[in-house]
């Protein structure tokens, strides 16, 4: 528990101090306050992204009155259940600008939050291995040169140099190429929500943990405060930022979103010595594959086509997963997998998330991110905070709910290429 | 993975023979309706954390659309049930209420 004063920062020093005395002086990275009877801002969900947005209307705009409420632990959804790629080659320009904000951020995020989030730019690579796809991705380098992202598209011989144990002439799905950028790459996804949980108390926020919302108070068409399971709090505003359960917190305020929840799934396999020093992606048969720092090889799969809440899905998506992969790179065939898990993703029509204000006065919505939010968390955050300050931000401008009844879809379903 | 049955030609089989098709019964709004009503016809969906009705068809065997009633919160299926209606038939509704009292048909949609 913090006693009186800041939070002690981490260094080398603070390593050298505690060898010395055996450990005794760390302290609770944040506090586990009881709620307060109202707060400023109400964050709903304690995953990164909320915790990001927290975090940013404390250090951007000077609002720290701020409880974010989690009915899980901290970081036990999907930021702890993705498979931690970063990268921001998006085609359309509004995703390009979220995503390279975030990716700019993850940058300098460990000196930033004196959190080390062992982001690691390795470099992505996409596997183009039909010609569609090689034209798509022509399109998509093109279009990042004009966006200030840097990608290129690489030939076969390029991607055997990043991926020496690759096979390219796969029989079904031989390499064409590759859309190659070498400033994405990977993070420790529990450390940036733990990171920022830490920075969000360390500036007086209260993190509440096993706090699950079951009713949204609204007066006159504006939002007064939440029911909890640890009471009623009031609030000015309210910033819903739960994935998976969007619509089931959008239903208690009386609307719906455009949003169908699916079960999507990663798996590990057993440690090896390293072999694959990049992250590679190969979206046509649904699979994506990096190594972790502990040497397991880090696996992400498709995602299932019905409605689910369970956080498991169906087994023969993990078997066309790596029935693909064993295709891609033989020499992981002999590899026994370790363990695999699945996620609650929030899809969009589009594909690209929402961020929002509601038909609710003072209550906004982060959700739909699908397969791909881990890599946005920072550059959500920035945004989201933006527009739950000031009512407007150039970053969630082109997300909003209204894009739906306007037709200006954000439409990355196919351009991003990801395993959706 | 699920075991679902075909109502049309009676084969029961594991999902990786079906497609879904996402939620059922949603009510149409063509030319001439509000835009709110096109909207929520097009993009809304109820999304439930419970009992779901949805859309399924018989890719790998008849071919046929049909309906299934199911809970997204523990993947329990209660039944499948013909594509010619516009509710859940009353059987399908009594097999739900047995397992999950006091269920009702949504009023929205």
């Known amino acids: ?420 | 993975m699920l075991i679902l049955d075909c109502p049309y030609c009676g084969v029961t089989a594991e999902e990786t023979e079906f497609h879904g098709g996402g939620e059922a019964h949603l009510k149409r709004f063509g030319p001439g309706s509000s835009d709110e009503d096109f909207e929520g016809y097009l993009f809304h969906r109820e999304n439930p954390r419970g009992v779901h009705f949805e859309r399924w068809r018989h890719v790998n065997g008849c071919g046929k659309w049909f309906h299934v009633a199911r809970d997204t919160a523990t993947l329990e299926v209660f039944g499948s049930y013909s594509a010619q209606v516009t509710e859940p038939p009353q059987e399908i509704r009594d097999a739900i209420t047995a397992k999950r009292p006091g269920w009702r048909w949504r009023e929205f949609a």
């Open chain 1, 1 to 420: 528990m913090r006693g009186i004063g800041p939070m002690r920062r981490y260094s080398a020093f603070a390593v050298a101090r505690e060898a010395a005395r055996y450990h005794s002086g760390w302290e609770r990275a944040w506090r586990s306050p009881e709620p307060k009877k109202r707060y400023d801002v109400i964050i709903v969900g304690a995953g990164g992204h909320g915790l990001a947005t927290a975090y940013y209307l404390g250090k951007n705009f000077g609002i720290t009155n701020v409880a974010i409420l989690e009915k899980g632990w901290l970081g036990g959804g999907n930021t702890g259940r993705n498979t931690t790629i970063i990268r921001s080659n998006y085609l359309q320009d509004p995703s390009a600008a979220i995503y390279e904000k975030a990716r700019s951020l993850y940058e300098t995020m460990s000196q930033d939050l004196n959190y080390n989030v062992m982001f690691s730019p390795r470099g992505v690579l996409m596997l183009a291995q039909t010609e569609h796809e090689v034209r798509g991705y022509k399109r998509t380098a093109h279009a990042n040169l004009l966006q200030g992202v840097e990608t290129e598209f690489v030939s076969p011989q390029r991607v055997k140099e990043l991926v020496p144990i690759i096979s390219l002439d796969g029989p079904r799905y031989p390499v064409l190429g590759g859309l190659w950028q070498a400033r994405g790459g990977t993070g420790r996804h529990d450390a940036v929500a733990w990171g920022y949980a830490r920075a969000c108390s360390d500036m007086g926020m209260d993190i509440l943990q096993k706090c699950e919302v079951t009713g949204i108070r609204q007066e006159g068409g504006k939002v007064v405060g939440v029911d909890t399971t640890k009471g009623t709090i009031g609030c000015d505003k309210l910033g819903i930022v739960v994935a998976g359960h969007s619509g089931v917190l959008a239903a208690m305020a009386g609307f719906r979103l455009p949003i169908e929840s699916v079960a999507l799934q990663a798996l590990v396999s057993e440690p090896i010595k390293p072999c694959m020093d990049i992250v590679v992606m190969a979206n046509t048969v649904h699979g994506y594959m990096s190594q972790s720092d502990k040497g397991e090889m880090v696996i992400g799969g498709g995602a299932d086509g019905y409605n689910n809440y369970t956080q498991r899905g169906s087994f023969h998506h993990i078997e066309e997963t790596v029935r693909a992969l064993v295709e891609t790179f033989p020499m992981i065939s002999r590899l026994k997998m370790l363990r695999q898990w699945g996620g609650i993703v929030d899809m969009t029509g589009d594909r690209s998330p929402i961020l929002s204000k509601t038909p609710v006065e003072g209550m906004f919505i982060n959700c739909g991110w699908g397969t791909g939010g881990f890599k946005a968390i920072p550059g959500s955050g920035w945004g989201m905070a933006e527009l739950m300050a000031k009512g407007s931000s150039p970053l969630t401008e082109e997300f909003g709910l209204n894009r739906f009844a306007e037709g200006r879809f954000v439409d990355e379903s196919v351009a991003a290429g990801v395993a959706h």
